[in-house]
């Protein structure tokens, strides 16, 4: 049976290869916030239970059974913040922290349920499927918003997993209702990296490092 902390490391790898980053021992350890000496440690149980293989170059990748228990525990943690605004009517930018507590406590009957009521291709609050797909099985219609065009109508797909622990970051979307479904344009990038926004019949603006974490589509 794999510890709270072997599934919270292999859930970070999944979700860092999720954004496309390639994972590396340190950019684990700043994610987590933890120290480089305990990722070390964590990653030697989790390659003696072949669930990551680390290549020469140090690079980490999950191995298919790492894959499946990496998204076993990514799918019950976006069923349980689906659960918590559909049912529970919580703000979706404050279901994160709930959802870490209640992901561990779901059973696989539990969470069968829970697929048949919102539906197996259903997404979480933030948009991100409930079972996870990497860069290299996903549609290429889905791009950064920082990578967008001037005077570009778009609609937001999904806002990336590794940044919904920033409370600031969704509370100001939030404050715009920037949201998954959301339509959108982008009306002019600046010089110092800032984006212009439209959304609904008010402007507003990101940095372009905030842009790269709001994933969207033309429309």
Not at 16 to 26: D, H, S, T
Not at 42 to 53: I, T
Not at 109 to 121: A, N, T, V
Not at 181 to 195: V, W
Request: glycine letters at 6%.
């Amino acid at each position: 049976m794999a510890t709270i902390a072997s599934e919270n490391l292999l859930k970070a790898i999944l979700e860092l290869n999720e954004n496309g980053e390639e994972v590396i021992a340190a950019r684990l350890a700043e994610f987590l916030r933890i120290s480089s000496a305990a990722v070390s440690m964590a990653l030697k149980r989790l390659q003696k239970k072949g669930h990551v293989r680390i290549s020469n170059k140090r690079s980490i990748h999950l191995t298919p059974e790492g894959f499946r228990t990496a998204s076993a525990l990514v799918r019950r943690h976006r069923l349980a913040e689906r659960l918590l605004t559909d049912i529970l009517h919580m703000p979706w930018e404050k279901v994160h922290d709930e959802a870490e507590k209640l992901e561990h406590a779901i059973s696989p009957e539990l969470e069968k349920r829970m697929l048949e009521l919102f539906g197996e291709r259903g997404t979480c609050p933030h948009g991100s499927p409930f079972t996870p797909a990497l860069p290299s099985k996903r549609g290429s219609r889905c791009f950064p918003l920082a990578e967008a065009s001037e005077n570009t109508r778009l609609r937001v797909v999904r806002i990336a997993e590794l940044y919904e622990k920033e409370k600031d970051f969704l509370n100001s979307l939030a404050a715009v209702r920037l949201l998954p479904g959301s339509h959108l344009t982008l009306l002019r990038k600046t010089f110092d990296g800032i984006l212009e926004l439209r959304v609904g019949d008010r402007k507003t603006a990101f940095s372009t490092e905030s842009g790269s974490r709001i994933w969207v589509e033309n429309v």
